[in-house]
């Protein structure tokens, strides 16, 4: 919440800097105009690029014209979504099983500004935002040289960072609106041309069309790339016990383990398999990545040829009956009441057992000290508070993934699942002959990454767990950022083409709706203006109701348990 006071502050600070350089006409001056605190940067320079581009009419004709079916597959499906999401708010109402508010309800979540909206990263976000606005705008413009429509200027819309780009048709020539009267002299010299509505159409799907194409290209070489990547291990350092020899060693946490002795490890059990046949003070070599770099690792094993089995806390909710009872992150629980946890299976078949207000014992590993102690704690479970409907006991921690305590040389592990994330991803491409495989791809930066962590790509720990080893290996470690970018880019312009689909006024897909609307219309009951105000009153409609659905969406966990 802090920081969402800081951005207003700043927000705040920005907008009576926009209102003092307006006042004094120094945006105007540099043909800058500011609708409240957006600026709308104008410029004429490109006009010629924009001809030369133009020239091949026939191909971008049919460039935008098979626009149209794109955007009317997804206005369809983007109003179906609104309405399914609408339906199932509705009926959680009645059912009492309203979700609470997450981070999909938080303000700054609501729109694509990278950098504030924390699932979308400052930099990757606005060169993707960028390419993807530039890509957009660019489209119009050129469909606009195309079918003889003049082009006022283009630019970028400012709030801060960038929001958003244009290109500013002649308004009367596209959609048939009023000049104002500073246009009208310079009009005179050029004979006005009113577009008709298959060229207005075409003018209007181009954008959508160019954001679907470019988001194809992004993903055919996102996935194609993705396949040079090879996982180096799924093993990870999670804590080192003081005193013992790998903490001496210089061994960290985050660091990846390859191998012990020359010996491959790859899981949990290898692991575990290996570190059994230690004899205490033996020579050992861990084979690491850290940061990227291979490296190996030698240490002298302890006398303790002990190791703890369990699961291990990754992290306490606050305000729950964990956080109450003094459970902390690193804890391993190893038993509840009479029920020996050998594993993760253990717990979850265990909690799945207790109801709300069961009192229960929680027998803790504390790797904290150089002797590590066995703490018991008396929990009293709660309910759910995410799922009202569930009966089930709510302790209030995440655990790690499988992963064992190595006394005899001193550090713990946990096995993260960066093979099955990779497999995972590589699989998503045949999967989109379903609804399921566009439902990951349209949400794939909000899946957890092999770190538990919301996955922007493949940067800082991501790097770790992979190397380049395929058919594009030449590319080096480059190839994570080049996987990075292709990610964002695609996936902004598969959302911000979709979202223009949306039947709304002033989204292109508004636009279209009602020239579709009004030549349907006009089969049926002829041309003339109440087929235009017919038109208009549904698309105004449908505007409201889009809005008021988005709203009621954002707001209704709020509605369900307060503010």
């Known amino acids: 919440m802090n920081n969402l006071y800081l951005f207003l502050l700043v927000f705040l600070l920005y907008w009576q800097l926009v209102i003092f350089l307006n006042r004094r006409g120094i945006l105007n001056k540099y043909n800058i105009t500011a609708y409240g605190p957006i600026l709308m940067i104008r410029t004429q320079r490109g006009q010629e690029f924009l001809d030369r581009l133009a020239v091949h009419k026939g191909f971008w004709r049919l460039f935008a014209d098979a626009g149209l079916p794109a955007m009317l597959i997804g ?52 060169i993707a935002l960028i390419i993807t606005l530039v890509v957009h705008e660019f489209s119009h413009a050129i469909l606009c040289k195309v079918e003889g429509i003049r082009v006022k200027s283009m630019g970028l819309l400012l709030a801060i960072v960038p929001i958003g780009g244009f290109a500013e048709p002649d308004e009367e020539q596209l959609l048939g609106k009023e000049r104002n009267s500073g246009e009208q002299e310079e009009e005179e010299i050029q004979p006005k041309k009113l577009a008709t509505r298959q060229e207005r159409v075409r003018v209007l799907t181009a954008g959508v069309m160019a954001n679907f194409v470019t988001a194809v290209i992004a993903f055919i070489l996102f996935f194609s790339l993705l396949g040079s990547l ?45 570190t059994q046949k230690l004899e ?3 020579q050992t070599t861990f084979g690491v990545v ?50 020996d946890l050998t594993g993760l299976d ?3 078949k265990f909690m799945g057992s207790t109801w709300a207000g069961q009192e229960i014992e929680v027998h803790m590993m504390s790797n904290t000290s150089e002797n590590a102690t066995l703490q018991v704690f008396s929990v009293k479970l709660d309910k759910h508070p995410y799922d009202p409907a569930a ?25 993260f699942p960066a093979t099955n994330f990779l497999n995972g991803l590589k699989a998503i491409p045949s999967m989109l002959n379903g609804a399921t495989g566009w439902l990951i791809l349209f949400s794939l930066p909000l899946m957890g990454g092999p770190d538990g962590e919301i996955f922007t790509g493949f940067t800082g720990m991501f790097t770790s767990y992979y190397e380049n080893t395929g058919w594009a290996s030449s590319l080096g470690t480059e190839i994570f950022w080049i996987l990075t970018l292709l990610l964002w880019v695609g996936w902004m312009n598969f959302y911000v083409g979709l979202f223009n689909c949306l039947p709304a006024v002033p989204l292109d897909g508004g636009h279209v ?19 235009e105000r ?21 707001i209704a966990p709020f509605i369900a348990y307060g503010f």
């Not at 490890?265 to 290996?274: H, I, P, R, Y």
């Not at 409201?544 to 988005?550: A, D």
């Open 290 to 339: 850290e940061n990227g770099t291979k490296k190996e690792i030698t240490l002298i094993t302890s006398e303790s040829k002990e190791i703890v089995t369990g699961v291990r806390i990754f992290d306490v909710i606050e305000n729950t009956p964990a956080d109450a009872a003094g459970i902390k992150p690193g804890m391993v629980m190893v038993k509840i009441n009479d029920t």
């Open 513 to 531: 709706f009602r020239d579709v609307m009004t030549s349907t219309l006009s089969r049926i009951m002829g041309n003339g203006e109440k087929v």
């Open 280 to 282: 205490p003070g033996t």
């Open 391 to 415: 009966t089930k006991g709510f302790l209030g921690v995440s655990y790690a993934p499988e992963g064992y305590t190595s006394y005899s040389v001193g550090v713990s592990i946990a096995q």
């Open 346 to 348: 253990d717990f979850v």
């Open 75 to 126: 206005m369809l499906v983007m109003f179906l979504l609104i309405l399914f999401i609408d339906y199932s708010m509705i009926t959680s109402f009645q059912s009492q099983t309203v979700p609470q508010a997450g981070k999909f309800h938080e303000p700054r979540n609501i729109f694509l500004i990278p950098g504030i909206n924390e699932f979308i990263p400052l930099t990757w976000g606005i």
């Open 230 to 274: 090879y996982p180096v291990s799924d093993i990870t350092v999670v804590q080192t016990i003081p005193g013992y020899p790998a903490e001496d060693a210089g061994i960290k946490p985050n660091m990846i383990i390859t191998s012990l002795n020359g010996i491959p490890v790859t899981s949990a059990q290898d692991f575990l398999v290996s």
């Open 534 to 554: 017919i038109s208009n009153a549904i698309v105004a409609v449908f505007a409201v109701l889009i809005l008021m659905s988005l709203i009621f969406v954002i």
